[in-house]
């Protein structure tokens, strides 16, 4: 579907995006995770067509975006971070006006609108003006205006940026929905708790490079080479950590009250076998369990927000 080869933006000596390299099949979602500054926004623009690439290609099934910006953006439907809405139309109005630009027929548009509007929940506000519009239902109408065109490829900036907790549910809906329909989506969003939910793939960029991508499941192998093991005990805390100590599989060892986290380099068996070793020696074991990584962690680990190990 969309295939980005050594792709370079340069402002000057500054590399907003440094030979940044990514592909993303048909019918994903994929996140575009960042800090700030780290090239998302720039990336989306020269994907759209919208911003030059200094080099590198950017191909959407197979046809080059640098050289076919116009025809490309027929297949693109873009959705900024910072959205620009017309406050003295009426909703139908104001979607009305975009499907013209695009050149739909008078006896289409009525049939689109009101379908876009049926998608993102706004059909009871079909006859409001913009202006009296929630965050959130300028959002969705937003994201209405992007497939007006029936765009292959959704390319979203911060969708959900500034929107409520009930709004982000209803935004997250959506997207799932538009993904059974066949469409494919490039999210970015600081909500990284909510992309893993939502992403089937994740790539994280800092300073324009792509430093880890994947699904959440890979990615979390990729950066934790070992399972975080935390084991809780009622009782023998010295006794269980001398045991800990004594097994070649363990490492990383830390004690926290009456728990002990640990690196094991082991399998499901010898996580299995390490349970009965401080059961048979009599250790009053409460909890054993492995620490799931989460992308929040991931996110600090892989960019400059802490340092790599």
């Known amino acids: 579907m969309l295939e980005i080869k050594n792709l370079v933006k340069s402002y ?3 590399l907003a995006v440094n030979n940044l390299s990514l592909e993303i099949p048909e019918g994903e979602i994929y996140g575009f995770v960042g800090p700030n500054g780290a090239g998302k926004t720039t990336t989306m623009k020269i994907i759209c067509g919208l911003l030059a690439a200094t080099s590198g290609e950017v191909r959407l099934d197979g046809v080059d975006v640098t050289r076919n910006s116009n025809k490309i953006k027929e297949s693109i439907g873009y959705m900024p971070d910072f959205f620009g809405v017309y406050d003295d139309l009426k909703v139908t109005e104001y979607l009305e006006f975009y499907a013209s630009i695009y050149k739909i027929k008078d006896k289409e548009k009525k049939k689109i609108t009101n379908d876009l509007l049926e998608l993102v929940d706004l059909t ?9 519009l929630s965050r959130g239902m300028k959002q969705r109408l937003c994201l209405a205006r992007a497939l007006i065109h029936n765009p292959k490829l959704l390319v979203l900036d911060e969708p959900a940026s500034g929107l409520d907790p009930r709004a982000r549910i209803e935004m997250k809906e959506i997207l799932r ?6 469409k494919t989506i490039l999210i970015s969003s600081h909500i990284l708790s909510e992309l893993a939910e939502l992403c ?8 324009g490079r792509m430093v880890v991508s994947g699904s959440v499941s890979e990615i979390m192998q990729k950066v934790y080479s070992h399972r975080v093991l935390r084991i809780k005990v009622s009782a023998r805390v010295d006794e269980a950590e001398l045991i800990l100590k004594e097994n070649p599989l363990i490492s990383k060892l830390s004690r926290m009250e009456d728990a002990l986290q640990a690196g094991f380099e082991g399998s499901e068996e010898d996580m299995s076998r390490l349970l009965a070793a401080l059961v048979g020696k009599g250790i009053p074991v409460v909890t054993f369990s492995q620490l799931d990584g989460n992308l929040e962690d991931v996110f600090m680990r892989v960019t400059k927000g802490e340092e790599k190990q």
């Open 124 to 132: 009871q506000k079909r006859d409001a003006y913009v202006d009296s």
């Open 12 to 14: 000057g000596r500054y």
């Open 177 to 182: 929905n538009l993904r059974e329909m066949g």
């Open 200 to 207: 089937t793939h994740i790539g994280i960029i800092d300073s």
